[in-house]
């Protein structure tokens, strides 16, 4: 559950925090705290989010809520400029003695004529010579450095749960991009402060030709081809300043590609963009779990009286609902304001400033004394509300964010709380070191087979494992122990593992099942999909990790020993629960003693189970055996590869964008191969049909000593049924995938003859085509699929492909 949580959290959360940076400014500052509130002077309703200047400077904050402001000043008398649109803009002086004050500003008089135009909508050419004079203006910013207060709270359906604040500096420049050091933090006692990621410098800035929403990279109003996305419409006009503000409506025209909609605001002698209020379009939308996403942002903007407009703060706020059926978690709503003040613009930037990779970093103690900012001495920021100043006030360390979120349904009481008792959390050291994982399966030559295979973390590098079960149909057991040791002075990197095993072992491996798996579909009255033999197998393992960011991509490379005994085992039962079918006889081996030596190297990720979540990497495999020094009992070399890819196609702007999912396997030898060692490529087990298998090999998998095979899947996710304008469908997370497969395997003819089963084997290519349907209910997909190369329907389901 707490990955949903953290889901919702990423929405705005940047980097993780590191620490301790050089290179910034060293003004230490004391001074004077301004306080008030800022009404209407009519009505005196507050004014939430009025833009509140130091006069003559770059400095200023908003208004709260409820239109309380706070804002520190170095000297007085000082002169505050109070701004709201559609209000006459006033200048108020504080002096010592006068530091708190209820500001009126009075609704603008000024009588605007009546909107009437024929033709083209005037917010077009508005929106052109914005647009036109953000291209001057942006070329002639080279830098900025500012001050920052960020604030977000996350809340359930009741009360806040957590509250994060920040005080920042934060600096850009061309070419270079954003570093934001975090000067002080301030969060409610059930957060950690490594815990705390409020920022600014991952907010959005509405000026920008992109911004990016929760993994959606969309189209802003004022990017250079805003008017294929969008239309404009002037709605109203007001006043701020003697100058007329044009309040325009954006209206998304792409039905595909992510966008916003709502209102923006125009100053119209500076055809500056000086207020938005948008949300994301229809078009954005996540997959289940997620079942609805409500956002929206505002901000505005501010020259300072000079030729660039910066935004002066962010508010985001949104609701998230997550579930599954028999599974939800209560709605989770989220709040972040951000004002940023006191700008520099095109100033020198210390070669410091950027001397570390990462975007977001904490001062120490010493370096925030010579800053001078800090909570304690009440830095300027937005004041809390009441509710918030309540939250810090009552909230405790064993207010946990997951106690706040507890899921409800079935399969949420299934799992259980987790919470555990005081007792039980006393022992979890213990218990944390300790796994015990039965071991359950059912097949044609073991029969049934129950056992267990307890697992204990001695240390933070030492790992020890055993195992120890019974097979009904073979009448003994099964046994083995291990140990698995991440050796010191290698960042972990470096493991050395040691293992015996005298257990039953499949003839031919799977890609995509477990023997649990089969177990099931036996029962049910299936054929056995795997082949077994006995064996008894002695292995030492290396395995070292090279993390993507040494070489940019994960490398993992491994060597192995294993000396093994291999004895054949027959078939003891047919049984299942439907009665009456009769299993094929489990085929005899090359029995004998095999000790091999094997390379393996991986690169990239490792793909996902049933091909729920593309990825891209690979794994190459060189297994030998040798009659000479090693003395095996076989001669062979043999090798195996797999190459998974993932490419994205259509709309990736989009958080989930069109993707191309491509699986090439293959496998050859040379020498004289032993029958368990033949590859194979899998295929269906009953209705499971995931990916990577062929979807029209029934219960089977088609076997040779060499073979090559494609897989590969265009998840057109659900613009198919955005395209037919049906958006409830597509909302729901119904998406079409076109999937389809083809290869073949080789088995020499004078090998075929001399084998003593029938092997699955077609001597000739298998080709198939089909369409699927996806996210049924979030989980599942409905497969179909055509056999081309002979004549062939084949319906089934498994698990959806969600990302």
């Not at 939800?328 to 709040?335: H, K, V």
């Not at 064993?398 to 007792?423: N, V």
């Amino acid at each position: 559950m707490m990955a949903l949580l953290v889901l919702a959290m990423s929405m705005w959360s940047p980097s993780p925090v590191i620490a301790n940076p050089d290179g910034f400014s060293t003004e230490n500052e004391s001074g004077y705290i301004l306080t008030g509130r800022l009404v209407d002077a009519q009505t005196r309703e507050s004014l939430p989010a009025a833009n509140i200047q130091v006069k003559d400077t770059f400095r200023g904050s908003i208004t709260n809520n409820q239109g309380f402001f706070e804002i520190r000043v170095s000297e007085l008398p000082v002169t505050l400029v109070f701004r709201y649109i559609g209000y006459e803009t006033q200048e108020v002086e504080f002096t010592e003695g006068a530091t708190d004050k209820i500001v009126e500003l009075m609704p603008s008089a000024v009588e605007l004529d009546e909107l009437v135009f024929t033709g083209e909508d005037p917010a077009i050419h508005i929106m052109e010579r914005v647009i036109a004079r953000k291209q001057i203006w942006r070329q002639e910013l080279d830098s900025w450095k500012a001050d920052a207060y960020t604030r977000q709270s996350l809340s359930n359906d009741t009360e806040i749960v957590t509250i994060t604040e920040s005080l920042s500096e934060t600096w850009w420049q061309r070419g270079r991009g954003f570093r934001e050091y975090i000067v002080d933090q301030r969060q409610t006692n059930n957060v950690l402060a490594d815990q705390n990621f409020a920022g600014t410098s991952y907010l959005p800035n509405f000026y920008d030709d992109e911004i990016e929403v929760a993994g959606f990279r969309v189209i802003g109003v004022t990017h250079p081809n805003a008017f294929r996305y969008y239309d404009f419409r002037i709605e109203d006009r007001r006043i701020l300043d003697g100058q007329t503000v044009y309040d325009i409506r954006v209206v998304p025209k792409s039905r595909l590609q992510p966008v916003f909609e709502g209102m923006i605001s125009v100053l119209g002698d500076e055809y500056a963009l000086i207020e938005v209020d948008l949300v994301p379009g229809e078009m954005i939308f996540f997959p289940p779990p997620v079942q609805e996403v409500n956002l929206s942002y505002r901000q505005q903007f501010s020259n300072y009286g000079g030729s660039f407009w910066l935004p002066t703060d962010v508010r985001i706020s949104g609701k998230l609902e997550i579930g599954l059926p028999g599974f939800r978690i209560p709605e989770i709503r989220f709040n972040l304001v951000s004002s940023i003040t006191n700008y520099e613009v095109n100033m020198a930037v210390p070669d410091s400033v950027f001397g570390r990779q990462a975007q977001i970093s904490r001062l120490d103690d010493v370096q925030r004394e010579r800053l001078g900012r800090s909570f304690e001495i009440q830095s300027e920021f937005i004041p809390l509300s009441d509710e918030e100043q309540e939250a810090y006030d009552t909230i405790d360390s064993t207010r946990s964010i997951q106690d706040a979120f507890q899921p409800t349904g079935f399969l949420a009481r299934l799992a259980g709380d987790g919470s555990g008792s005081e007792s039980g959390r006393q022992r979890s050291g213990f218990r944390d070191r300790l796994s015990i994982n039965p071991d359950l399966r059912y097949n044609r030559a073991e029969a049934f087979y129950g056992g267990v295979n307890p697992g204990f973390r001695i240390s933070r590098d030492i790992s020890v494992s055993a195992k120890l079960g019974y097979g009904t149909g073979q009448e003994e057991f099964s046994y083995g122990g291990g140990i698995d040791l991440r050796v010191p002075g290698t960042s972990r990197r470096l493991s050395l593992g040691l293992t015996y095993d005298y257990d039953t072992a499949l003839r031919i491996s799977s890609a995509n099942f477990i023997p649990l798996f089969s177990s099931v579909n036996m029962l049910a009255g299936f054929d056995d999909y795997f082949d077994y033999y006995n064996r008894e197998q002695f292995r030492a393992d290396v395995l070292y990790r090279i993390p993507s960011r040494v070489l940019g991509i994960r490398l993992e490379p491994g060597l192995s020993f294993s000396t093994e005994q291999h004895r054949s085992l027959e078939k003891t039962t047919s049984y299942s629960f439907r009665g009456g079918v009769q299993q094929r006889e489990n085929p005899a081996i090359d029995e004998g003693r095999l000790n091999a030596l094997a390379f393996s190297l991986r690169l990239g990720d490792t793909p996902a189970p049933f091909g729920i979540a593309g990825n891209s990497g690979a794994l190459v495999r060189v297994e030998h055996s040798d009659g000479g020094w090693l003395g095996s009992d076989f001669d062979f070399t043999r090798y195996t590869a797999s190459v998974d890819l993932r490419i994205d196609t259509f709309l990736q702007r989009r958080f989930l964008s069109n993707t191309l999912d491509i699986r090439l396997q293959g496998f050859t030898h040379s020498g004289d191969l032993p029958v368990q060692k033949f590859g194979g490529f899998d295929g269906r087990q009953a209705l499971f049909t995931p990916f990577g298998g062929f979807k029209t090999a029934y219960n089977r998998m088609p076997e040779g000593e060499h073979g090559t095979a494609v897989f590969w899947e265009h998840n057109f996710r659900t613009i198919p049924f955005e395209l037919l304008g049906l958006m409830g469908v597509a909302r729901s997370g119904l998406g079409l995938i076109v999937h389809g497969a083809s290869g073949r395997t080789w088995i020499d003819d004078e090998r075929l003859q001399s084998l003593t089963f029938e092997p699955f084997y077609d001597d000739g290519w298998r080709h198939e085509i089909g369409v699927s349907l996806n996210s049924i209910f979030g989980i599942m997909r409905l497969d179909t699929a055509w056999r081309l190369d002979q004549p062939g329907f084949y319906i089934g389901i498994s698990a959806a492909r969600i990302f």
